[in-house]
C-alpha cells in the first residue's frame, strides 16, 4: 500500500507566477479530493473528480484555479497569477465509493506565495 | 447546508485519562456519515472513525470511540486512556449521503489536544 502521494513537498513561487501540483492516489481509487489548508483551520473542499470527471467544484474557487484528471489516474492543480492568499497548504485524497468510505490523504504541498 | 462545528479550540488532559472532544453537526439529509480525523505536527491527516447515522451502536476502534447523539446532532469522540503520542489537532466531518449529494467531507475548525505527562 503506496498511500497517496503529492509533489513536490514545498513550493515557494513569486507572486504572479504560476504553479501546478501532482497526486497519484491510492491505484484503486476511483474518486479523488483536492482540499486547501491554512494554519489553524480545517481543510476546505476545493474540488472532486470520480474517474476522470470532475464532479464538483467549490465556489470559492477562482478561475484562476484548475485540476485535472487525465484518464481517472494521477491528478494536477494549476494555479495561475499566484496571489499572496494563496499560501497554504494544498492537500489530495482519494477514496473508494460509498458513505462510509473514508478519504485517504497524501502528505500535502505547502505553498509560500512571495 | 452541511455544517460541522466544533466549540473547543484546545484541550488539556492527563496522561491515561480519557477525554471527550465535542462536534456538532448540521444536515437536513436523513442519510450522512461522520468521521474524525487526526493531525499531528507532522500534518498528515490520520482516518481514525467513522459512524453512519443509520448505526444503531457507537463506533468503536480501540481507544477511540464516538458518543453519537442522533437526536442532538452531536457525534462526540471519545479518546480513553491518553497517551503523549495522542497529542495532535483533531477534526470532526461528515458526507451528506442523500440523493443528489456529492461525496466531499465538510471539516470542523479542530481541536487542538494536549496531552500532559
Known amino acids: 500500500d503506496t498511500g497517496v502521494s503529492q509533489d513536490p513537498r514545498h513550493k515557494i513561487t513569486k507572486r504572479g507566477q504560476n504553479v501546478t501540483f501532482r497526486c497519484d492516489p491510492i491505484s484503486e481509487h476511483n474518486r479523488l479530493y483536492w482540499y486547501r489548508q491554512t494554519l489553524g483551520q480545517g481543510p476546505e473542499f476545493l474540488t472532486y473528480f470520480q474517474n476522470e470527471a470532475q464532479l464538483e467544484k467549490s465556489r470559492l474557487l477562482s478561475d484562476r484555479f484548475s485540476a485535472e484528471r487525465p484518464k481517472g489516474s494521477f491528478s494536477t492543480l494549476e494555479i495561475q497569477r499566484t496571489e499572496q492568499g494563496d499560501s497554504a497548504m494544498y492537500l489530495c485524497?482519494?477514496?473508494?465509493?460509498?458513505?462510509?468510505?473514508?478519504?485517504?490523504f497524501g502528505n500535502g504541498t505547502r505553498l509560500t506565495v512571495t | 447546508a452541511q455544517k460541522i462545528t466544533q466549540t473547543q479550540p484546545g484541550m488539556f488532559v492527563q496522561e491515561k485519562e480519557a477525554v471527550t472532544l465535542d462536534c456538532t453537526y448540521d444536515t437536513s439529509d436523513q442519510s450522512y456519515g461522520l468521521f474524525w480525523y487526526k493531525q499531528p505536527s507532522s500534518g498528515e491527516m490520520i482516518f481514525l472513525i467513522y459512524q453512519g447515522s443509520y448505526d444503531e451502536q457507537n463506533a468503536t476502534e480501540g481507544r477511540y470511540s464516538l458518543n453519537f447523539q442522533k437526536a442532538r446532532k452531536s457525534a462526540n469522540l471519545v479518546i480513553s486512556a491518553s497517551q503523549l503520542g495522542d497529542s495532535a489537532m483533531y477534526f470532526c466531518a461528515m458526507r451528506e449521503g442523500g440523493g443528489g449529494a456529492t461525496n466531499k467531507l465538510i471539516f470542523g475548525t479542530g481541536t487542538l489536544l494536549a496531552v500532559q505527562p
Open positions: 485524497a482519494s477514496s473508494l465509493g460509498g458513505i462510509r468510505s473514508p478519504l485517504h
